[in-house]
């Protein structure tokens, strides 16, 4: 049996330096259950598409004022190719919906990071108009009213703008 004194000379030259270092434990404590969940989960995430509220609370700013007045999300869903927007729409305002639909994909995909390739309408009766106020003229009698109540103003700039603003709500309260 032979004895090879050069590796046997190293291991004693390693040991030595072993013995001289003294390795002081590093703690790393635990990362929180959630950052390994987020990592986990973030692919999903990503296929699945943005969370309703999410868009809604930003549509706004992603699709712009104009089409947000007459669009709503409802939410996302899975479809074969990606995921599918659902979009609320008053049947009236469906085809300028449908003729924005590249734009609005664009603007949604590049807001979320999401990868939605179509959208449905959920089409809406349209909104019920309020019934108008009509204003009508002051009678002699209440301006004259109106006028002797803003006689203690001294300023004639401020009376002159109280007796605009007095005008606008007696005229606007009586419904035609």
């Known amino acids: ?13 390693a040991e030595a330096r072993l013995a001289q270092t003294h390795a002081i434990p590093v703690y790393r404590p635990a990362k929180p259950m959630g950052v390994a969940l987020a990592r986990a989960l973030r692919p999903l995430l990503k296929e699945a598409g943005p969370a309703p509220e999410t868009l809604q609370s930003r549509w706004n700013e992603i699709v ?19 995921g599918v927007l659902h979009l609320r729409v008053p049947s009236a305002a469906a085809p300028i919906i449908q003729h924005a639909r590249d734009h609005i994909l664009e603007r949604v995909n590049l807001a979320s990071g999401s990868k939605i390739t179509s959208i449905k309408l959920v089409q809406t009766a349209a909104p019920k ?5 009509i204003p009508r003229p002051l009678t002699s009698e209440q301006r004259e009213a109106l006028l002797k109540r803003l006689a203690p103003v001294q300023n004639r700039a401020i009376r002159s703008a109280l007796a605009q603003l007095g005008e606008a709500v007696l005229t606007g309260l009586r419904k035609g």
């Open 1 to 13: 049996m032979t004895t090879d004194w050069n590796k046997w000379e190293k291991e004693r030259e």
């Open 64 to 82: 712009g004022l104009r089409i947000a007045a007459i669009a709503q999300p409802v939410r996302v869903s899975r479809g074969k190719d990606g």
């Open 129 to 133: 108009q309020l019934a108008l106020i």
